[in-house]
């Protein structure tokens, strides 16, 4: 892993488009090990019917409704606090616990967005490996350096997210199919990942998988629920 990994480019780690790589198609063995992965994690009913995921990520704190797309975003060192449905781009934001007009609030609805979307890719990436605009590509099997075989697998984008021309490597155990580290390309023809991090500390929330307490920057204090308090993404104080 990389020592030299900042923050601000954390941010970039999010949903991307691809332009050197809308001409690739997904290959059957890749997605046969994305179905195993899938299958480990729980399986995809399971998490479609979890509507509630609360975590921690940097100096953030996030709450997400996956039902309804709502999203509650607090940053303390900011200030802030933005409720944005990630589907409409409408919510409210607060600044020192202020209501903002709407012409001020655009701009941190779209950032309390791309925070979701950076953030929560961090938690849920193994759910995303066949989201629409997602390329798979197998591209070896090699070991680690426990020996546990992996089966490597290229993911690319297209006509998603806001960063432009990355990929990711994600290296499936081939004895329990789940995701053991992922590495990041900032661009597609780079040779050497700017980062290799592991993807460790699984545990069952809910009825499924999640990787975390796994880095400094999270994701941390993961919780997943079915019920919850709906004024979380109404209201500046919900309880």
């Known amino acids: 892993m990389k020592s030299s990994l900042s923050f601000p480019l954390l941010f970039s780690f999010i949903f991307f488009l691809s332009l050197n790589t ?3 198609q997904t290959d059957a063995k890749a997605v046969a090990i994305a179905n195993k992965v899938v299958e480990a994690m729980g399986g995809m009913d399971n998490y479609n019917n979890t509507r509630f995921i609360k975590w921690d990520f940097a100096n953030r ?3 997400w409704d996956k039902w309804t797309g709502d ?3 607090e940053s303390p060192k900011d200030s ?3 409720l944005v449905n990630v589907n409409t781009l409408k919510g409210k934001v607060f600044e020192k616990e202020v209501l903002l ?3 001020s609030a655009k701009k941190w609805l779209t950032k309390g967005k791309n925070w979701w979307i ?3 890719y961090w938690l849920v990436m193994p759910w995303k490996l066949q989201d629409h605009g997602v390329t798979l590509k197998y591209i070896k099997t090699e070991a680690l350096e426990n020996g546990n075989a992996v089966d490597v697998l290229q993911l690319t984008f297209s006509d998603v997210g806001v960063t ?3 990929k990711y490597y994600v290296y499936v155990d081939q004895t329990n199919h789940l995701i053991k580290q992922w590495a990041f390309f900032k661009n597609f023809e780079d040779e050497e990942p700017k980062f290799i991090m592991p ?3 699984y545990q069952t929330v809910g009825n499924i998988k999640l990787s975390y307490n796994r880095s400094k920057f999270g994701p941390k204090n993961v919780e997943v629920k079915q019920e919850f308090n709906e004024k979380l993404f109404t209201n500046l104080v919900y309880e």
Do not use: C, G, H, K
Request: zero cysteines; hydrophobic letters at 40%; a negative charge.
């Open 71 to 73: 999203v509650r975003v």
């Open 101 to 103: 007009d709407e012409n």
């Open 118 to 120: 950076n953030d929560s």
């Open 199 to 201: 993807w460790d500390n």
């Open 164 to 166: 432009p021309e990355n």
């Open 61 to 63: 704190v996030l709450y």
């Open 22 to 24: 809308s001409a690739q």
């Open 80 to 82: 802030l606090v933005i």
